[in-house]
């Protein structure tokens, strides 16, 4: 379970305080970083992503008016940045070497098996890039960074009904995309 930042910190943030904002990049860091992985499609252009919205978050903590929670506003912030990134270029997955940084493998699996797990996780990592930018962000939130529905529907603004259809579509499209490579 995700830890949150408390309104102290959140108000130090505010004030200025740039240890208080180290701090709380702590709390908030690989979450950002998984939402802004699995939408970028590979881990650079997800750590430029993950910096560009902490940037953002530190340049607007002042406007922040804890109407929601501040992880809220602060996925919110991430999600738009990452779908501005995605309307500009469709992500690239890239070499099966790079799941090592996605999916912690079997390290006890033989060879071989290591091998097909590497081979299903990036058929994963396709089918989810496969997604339409806003079913992808919602499966990812769900599935990726393990958000209910109800605070992923304060990020898109839609209810919490429209999040359990849209992320159970996404999840049918991806079974879907699989069934040929799981049924061999």
């Given at each position: 379970m995700e830890h949150q930042a408390d309104i102290g910190l959140i108000a130090a943030c505010?004030?200025?305080d740039a240890q208080a904002f180290r701090q709380v990049h702590e709390i908030y860091r690989d979450r950002v970083f998984a939402l802004c992985r699995?939408?970028?499609?590979?881990?650079?252009d997800a750590e430029d992503l993950t910096q560009e919205v902490f940037?953002?978050?530190?340049?607007h903590?002042?406007?922040?008016?804890a109407e929601a929670a501040f992880g809220t506003w602060l996925y919110r912030i991430a999600a738009n940045r990452c779908m501005a990134e995605a309307r500009r270029r469709r992500p690239v997955f890239a070499d099966v070497s790079e799941i090592d940084n996605v999916v912690a493998?079997?390290?006890?699996?033989?060879?071989?098996?290591?091998?097909?797990?590497k081979e299903l996780v990036q058929r994963v990592e396709e089918a989810i890039a496969a997604l339409p930018e806003s079913q992808r962000?919602?499966?990812?939130?769900?599935?990726?960074?393990?958000?209910?529905?109800?605070?992923?529907?304060?990020?898109?603004?839609?209810?919490?009904?429209a999040?359990?259809?849209?992320?159970?579509r996404a999840r049918k499209r991806i079974r879907d995309a699989l069934k040929g490579y799981l049924a061999a």
């Open positions: 505010q004030q200025g699995h939408m970028a499609g590979n881990r650079d940037v953002q978050a530190f340049r903590v002042g406007s922040f008016r493998l079997d390290r006890s699996a033989s060879p071989d098996q290591q091998l097909v797990q962000l919602l499966f990812v939130l769900a599935t990726q960074v393990g958000m209910k529905y109800k605070d992923i529907g304060q990020i898109v603004e839609c209810s919490e009904d999040v359990k259809v849209r992320v159970h």
